[in-house]
């Protein structure tokens, strides 16, 4: 049997582009851009973005800002904003754009943990 030790029969490797990589550590530098959020978008681990942006970081190279893909046809992930606490009345409020469009979905805040379930199955 020929497999890396700790890896399922036929299962490789990802390998991710260079010009992929530097997107998604310069979306990760924008101020309140949450490294998460950035990397659940993009379908990547967040502990390997995380070690792409300290290398990147050690390299002392910032990636060109020509590197980024045009928003019009992918996901944009929009910066963490920390508000008011909610209360027992009020909701929670998604907003989605893709180019020209926007969703707004309202979950009720009482149902917190079923939002995060929905949230984390659409984003698959």
């Given at each position: 049997m020929n497999t890396k030790q700790g890896m399922a029969p036929?299962?490789?490797?990802?390998?991710?582009?260079a010009e992929f990589k530097a997107r998604l550590v310069q979306e990760c530098r924008r101020p309140g851009m949450s490294m998460a959020?950035?990397?659940?978008?993009?379908?990547?681990?967040?502990?390997l973005l995380r070690r792409w942006v300290v290398a990147d970081k050690h390299?002392?190279?910032e990636p060109p800002s020509s590197r980024?893909?045009?928003?019009?046809?992918?996901?944009?992930a929009l910066p963490l904003?920390?508000?008011?606490r909610a209360t027992a009345d009020a909701d929670i409020r998604i907003e989605l754009r893709r180019g020209a469009a926007t969703v707004t979905i309202s979950w009720p805040a009482q149902a917190a943990g079923d939002c995060a379930a929905w949230l984390r199955d659409w984003l698959r």
């Open positions: 036929g299962r490789r490797r990802r390998r991710h582009e959020a950035v990397a659940l978008a993009n379908g990547v681990n967040a502990n390299n002392g190279a980024s893909a045009p928003p019009s046809e992918e996901f944009i904003v920390a508000g008011p």
